[in-house]
């Protein structure tokens, strides 16, 4: 387990990413909030990160707008291909979750904290397809920690000190699991003779 003060660091890193000054404090808050709750359940947790980037999200997106609006978790199922999770579970209108739909497309850093794309609308659909292939190639060959690591670096944007630190782990390491497994999903890729 990491003191108090690593904690913080992390947070405040984080925070840094929304360059806010206003509600740089609050977001801090809400990781470290969401850290703690994430050990109390439980103390070996490994998705320390996770959970922090998750909760400043939904502070900055979510909860610092002057109306009521879903949660994370419709937030996350909306973009996605499968909608049996809003329709199961959600209870909003479809009017609704298409503003949501909108306003969350628009807003600020995003659940990944994508950067802010210039290509055109090609450019991004065969991005958007390679990526897709990418990672599936990637749940397909990879287990574990190392599939962990490698979500977290290139799905989710961690920095490699920052994996190193959650799995106890020199920089080093990461970079070498990195590696790895990127050339065994590259060999998978070549070996399916997908196009990517």
């Not at 961690?158 to 390491?173: E, H, K, L, N, V």
Request: one cysteine or more; glycine letters at 4%.
């Amino acid at each position: 387990m990491k003191t108090p003060e690593q904690y913080t660091k992390l947070c405040r890193n984080l925070a840094r990413k929304y360059n806010a000054p206003w509600h740089f404090d609050d977001l801090v808050a809400e990781g470290l909030l969401a850290i703690y709750h994430e050990l109390e359940n439980n103390p070996k947790s490994t998705r320390t990160i996770v959970v922090a980037k998750e909760a400043m999200w939904e502070y900055f997106n979510l909860k610092t707008r002057p109306v009521s609006i879903p949660d994370v978790n419709e937030v996350r199922y909306i973009h996605m291909d499968d909608t049996s999770w809003i329709e199961n579970y959600s209870n909003w209108s479809e009017s609704a979750l298409n503003w949501l739909a909108l306003v969350t497309s628009s807003s600020q850093g995003t659940l990944a904290h994508d950067e802010v794309s210039t290509e055109g609308p090609e450019d991004a659909f065969i991005r958007k397809d390679a990526v897709s292939k990418i990672f599936e190639a990637a749940n397909t060959v990879l287990s574990g920690r190392s599939l962990e690591i490698f979500m977290l670096y290139y799905k989710e944007g961690i920095d490699q000190p920052d994996i190193a630190y959650t799995y106890d782990i020199s920089q080093q390491g990461v970079g070498k699991n990195l590696q790895k497994s990127c050339d065994k999903v590259r060999k998978h890729i070549l070996n399916r003779k997908l196009r990517v």
